[in-house]
């Protein structure tokens, strides 16, 4: 199984700061055949099930505002919040589906500082 | 618009049968993977497999000798069944959609998620 792993473990970030958070796998997301990297992010509110945010490693989903941005390549990847807003509280989770199964990362939990 | 509904009981005993109902409204199951993912705060996110409208099913081979997936394309759902749980089976149960590979792959709608607790 590809191991995800997420850092940190969480994260305390000012009102209108930035918030960065990292994903590695155990080996490389990126499917050579149509240079893509199988990696998605989620968010997750309290009582709610996942948001998907980003696909492709750095692609928005439809209707996810442009404050959140996915990067990275290969094995290291990073979902960035340019500017926090207090809707943005939640646990933050990155899933490869390169290959089965599809394992998720452990989480990062962002709060307001 | 696309809305999840799951159902099924939520506490169990060790060793009876886990079953778990998705009824997808506002879009026929063609052109997507149904997907079953439990969460448990010693596991976190786990993806069980998914399904096509067609029964095309990829299940994790950690849990493939015991869990079923099936469609009813003329209900439009889809069915989770896990038999002889044990409290490690206990999580919160999800349904969700999954888009193809080349729209992306991302799991794009979810179902509000069902608590399925194993207790003698």
Redesign the interface.
């Known amino acids: 199984d590809i191991v995800m792993t997420q850092s940190p473990d969480s994260l305390a970030v000012s009102l209108g700061e930035r918030a960065a958070i990292n994903c590695k796998s155990s080996q490389s997301l990126l499917y050579y055949s149509n240079n893509k990297n ?1 990696l ?1 992010w ?1 968010q997750q509110k309290p009582g709610q ?4 945010l ?3 490693a750095s ?1 928005r ?1 439809s209707g996810i505002p442009d404050r959140f941005s996915g990067s990275g390549s290969g094995a290291d990847f990073t979902l960035t919040i340019s500017s926090l807003q207090a809707e943005d509280v939640a646990v933050y ?1 990155c ?1 490869q ?1 390169y290959s ?5 990362g ?2 990062t939990k962002l709060e307001i500082k | 618009q696309v809305q999840l509904q799951q159902w099924g009981v939520g506490l169990l005993k060790p060793s009876e049968t886990l079953s778990l109902t998705c009824a997808v409204h506002g879009v026929l199951l063609s052109g997507y993977q149904w997907t079953w993912i439990r969460q448990s705060p010693g596991k976190g996110l786990e993806w069980i497999g998914h399904i096509d409208h067609s029964g095309g099913i990829t299940y994790n081979p950690s849990l493939e000798s015991r869990v079923t997936i099936s469609v009813d394309t003329s209900k439009n759902q889809f069915s989770l069944k896990l038999p002889s749980v044990a409290a490690a089976d206990t999580a919160v149960y999800f349904c969700a959609r999954r888009k193809l590979i080349p729209l992306g792959g991302g799991l794009d709608h979810w179902g509000q998620g069902t608590l399925v607790t194993v207790s003698s």
Do not use: D, M, N, S
């Not at chain 1, 099930?49 to 998907?52: A, E, G, H, R, S």
């Open positions: 199988y998605a989620y099930p996942p948001k998907l980003i696909y492709w692609t989903e989770y899933q589906y089965v199964p599809h394992t998720f452990q989480g």
